[in-house]
């Protein structure tokens, strides 16, 4: 059975501090996506990594993908309370039809 | 560029009744995704629409259908709803199978 699993699964932080979110998966992909869901919304893309080895950043945010170690990881720097989300990360495999696998989700609260 | 749209955003339904959700794709979306999301987990995939054929179905039961109609808009169907349908169900669409998917607001069922 093909897993998405990220740790830690609740992460308190205070606002200036840096901190890693991990993205462990079970199968064969190159690809791997990071979303952002704010509590009732919808998920919004941070992150597409399609390659052993990216690394892409946005303000607070750098994610990078390790596709033989088959982790990622999504590193906040110098947290802010508008960061305060749910984080997941999707993987893409080969010859699943075309399904997104979401890992468990990340809930990230920044402290003032 | 209108992105993606789900339609109704709220909807409370009785066990054993049926339900329709639907979703507009983005401008120059031909494929279609459909997720379901339980309070406190990530989304898990039910299934995608290519150029109106099903093209990939995760583990959910027959009573979980779709189409896809012509301008690459799509329904979910759920028959004989069950407690455990309550959820929100996410629809997403990209430019063809394994692009980057776009997610829509949601649409917030609970079953009675």
């Known amino acids: 059975e093909l897993k998405v699993e990220q740790n830690p699964l609740f992460l308190s932080m205070q606002e200036g501090k840096n901190y890693t979110i991990y993205c462990n998966y079970s199968?064969?992909?190159?690809?791997l996506y990071w979303y952002r869901q704010d509590p009732g919304k919808s998920l919004e893309s941070l992150f597409v990594?399609?390659?052993?080895?990216a690394v892409k950043q946005e303000g607070r945010l750098m994610a990078s993908l390790d596709t033989k170690a088959r982790l990622s990881t999504l590193h906040i720097t110098a947290a802010v309370h508008d960061l305060s989300a749910t984080y997941f990360c999707a993987v893409d495999p080969a010859n699943t039809g075309n399904q997104f696998y979401f890992g468990t989700g990340t809930s990230l609260t920044v402290i003032p | 560029e209108t992105g993606v749209t789900q339609s109704p955003t709220h909807l409370i339904k009785t066990r054993g009744q049926q339900v329709t959700l639907r979703c507009s794709s983005q401008?120059?979306?031909?494929?279609v995704s459909w997720y379901q999301q339980a309070l406190g987990q990530g989304p898990q995939f039910i299934f995608q629409y290519y150029r109106e054929e099903e093209n990939g179905r995760g583990n959910f039961p027959p009573r979980f259908s779709g189409l896809q109609f012509p301008n690459y808009s799509s329904e979910l169907n759920v028959n004989a709803l069950e407690l455990d349908d309550s959820a929100l169900y996410l629809c997403?669409?990209?430019?063809?199978?394994?692009?980057?998917?776009?997610f829509g607001p949601g649409t917030r069922l609970t079953v009675t």
């Open positions: 199968t064969t992909s190159d690809r």
């Open positions: 990594l399609l390659s052993n080895g």
């Open positions: 997403a669409s990209s430019q063809s199978p394994n692009r980057e998917q776009y």
């Open positions: 401008s120059g979306h031909n494929t």
